[in-house]
């Protein structure tokens, strides 16, 4: 590695090693080590093969919440150990989200019962702090603390965004572990400022170390490193135990970047002159990774051909939504509503002189149709998306990521203004 790389040494911790790439300038290299650890290192053992299994792990996972549209630390992998990331300073606190009580949680608050479930999520924040056995910490003392790290100050809107993201964060990971029946208990991560752009990102690592996972919900199948806190003595057998869980894990991690419900949306438009309107309801669907077709056909002039297309999507199997675009009077969304079980949604192109009488043959129907309304190409997307969310999620967690991704832009341009005006 080192031959490969111009290395220096910035930063060794318990399981992994943190490199400058002389070469890369704002960049790192994150080294996994083959060692396991509990109890701020009272427990330690050398666990051979973990280093490839939890860079595995992490590589899998930041790929997973980065194509759903979360910032993270991480580029690149390097080897079998090791990943490229962007170089961060540290926030030295440890943001822990929990969906059912457990562990630690149930000594700090006596009279819970394990298995109580946190609806909305319990979020906690610990700082790092061996020493003290990383206290926690409330909202006020890290606001108080004044942190300052690659220039940006540490106030209440960046302890609001890592709040929020770290909700987010487990939400998508638990909504994706729920397709392999594996239940995401509670989960640990950190944040970083990107010393390049100095903005808060996702950094460090997110491996089998990071989470309890119960497969059905059953805290006796646990694959997560708790089997590792609970030994009572670690023998080479318990380790292999702790090992192939940790394997367990890391093939099933892959999954989690599949889906097997695939889906469509179909676009009608009742002339080619509504093609650039259409093109962006497109362009919408494919950034959530919905493939989208597009069709020339008029419910008014050609109701027979309008039906044949509808049938032709009807009758592979593949799920669909038809989007109906047309101007003036819209006959093909009532057409297709009232032809078919599938979601149809009117997304007509409104002209500035007979928009607002149009758009009453669209919002008026018949009874017994179901077909709805959006104005915008790209709502006309985001509500298609929301649909096959339910069964995909790698849609889903793409809208939940823009949610974030909004909210974060909103707060960050509230600081400004705010900051302009003082």
Not at 165 to 186: G, N
Not at 302 to 308: A, I, K, Q, S, V
Not at 368 to 394: E, M, R, Y
Request: charged share 25%.
């Amino acid at each position: 590695m080192a031959a490969e790389l111009k290395l220096v040494k910035l930063n060794e911790g318990k399981t992994k090693e943190i490199y400058e790439l002389l070469d890369r300038p704002g960049h790192v290299l994150v080294q996994s080590k083959d060692q396991i650890t509990a109890g701020n290192t009272v427990r330690r053992d050398q666990m051979e093969g973990k280093a490839a299994i939890s860079n595995k792990t992490t590589g899998c996972v930041f790929k997973l919440l980065q194509e759903a549209g979360i910032k993270t630390a991480f580029v690149e992998p390097h080897s079998a150990t090791a990943f490229v990331a962007a170089r961060c300073e540290m926030i030295p606190i440890e943001w822990v989200c929990r969906r059912i009580a457990t562990g630690s949680f149930l000594k700090r608050n006596p009279g819970v019962k394990e298995g109580y479930r946190f609806s909305p999520l319990k979020l906690e924040m610990f700082f790092k702090d061996d020493a003290n056995n990383d206290p926690q910490w409330s909202e006020e003392q890290l606001i108080e603390a004044k942190f300052c790290f690659a220039g940006l100050n540490i106030g209440q809107c960046e302890v609001d965004v890592m709040n929020r993201a770290t909700v987010a964060i487990f939400e998508i990971l638990e909504k994706a572990w729920s397709t392999q029946d594996c239940t995401l208990v509670d989960m640990k991560i950190e944040f970083g400022v990107n010393v390049t752009t100095k903005e808060i990102i996702l950094a460090d690592v997110i491996d089998n170390d990071s989470w309890r996972l119960w497969p059905s919900g059953d805290r006796s199948q646990q694959k997560d490193k708790q089997v590792y806190r609970d030994l009572k003595e670690v023998t080479p057998e318990a380790l292999q135990v702790v090992k192939r869980n940790f394997q367990w894990v890391a093939e099933r991690v892959q999954l989690l970047l599949e889906s097997k419900n695939t889906g469509r949306v179909v676009v009608l438009m009742g002339s080619a002159s509504d093609i650039d309107h259409c093109e962006k309801i497109k362009k919408a669907c494919l950034s959530y990774g919905i493939p989208c077709v597009l069709r020339v056909t008029s419910a008014h002039k050609g109701p027979d051909e309008t039906l044949r297309i509808k049938a032709e999507y009807e009758g592979d199997g593949v799920p669909t939504v038809f989007v109906a675009v047309a101007g003036r009077s819209n006959g093909l969304g009532p057409v297709m509503s009232g032809n078919t079980a599938y979601p149809v949604i009117n997304c007509p192109p409104i002209t500035a002189d007979w928009g607002a009488q149009d758009i009453w043959s669209s919002l008026r129907m018949p009874s017994g149709l179901g077909c709805t309304t959006v104005l915008s190409p790209d709502a006309a997307a985001q509500f298609a998306a929301q649909i096959f969310g339910l069964n995909n999620h790698l849609v889903w967690v793409k809208l939940r990521a823009s949610m974030l991704n909004t909210w974060i832009s909103l707060k960050l341009a509230d600081k400004k203004l705010q900051e302009c005006t003082l």
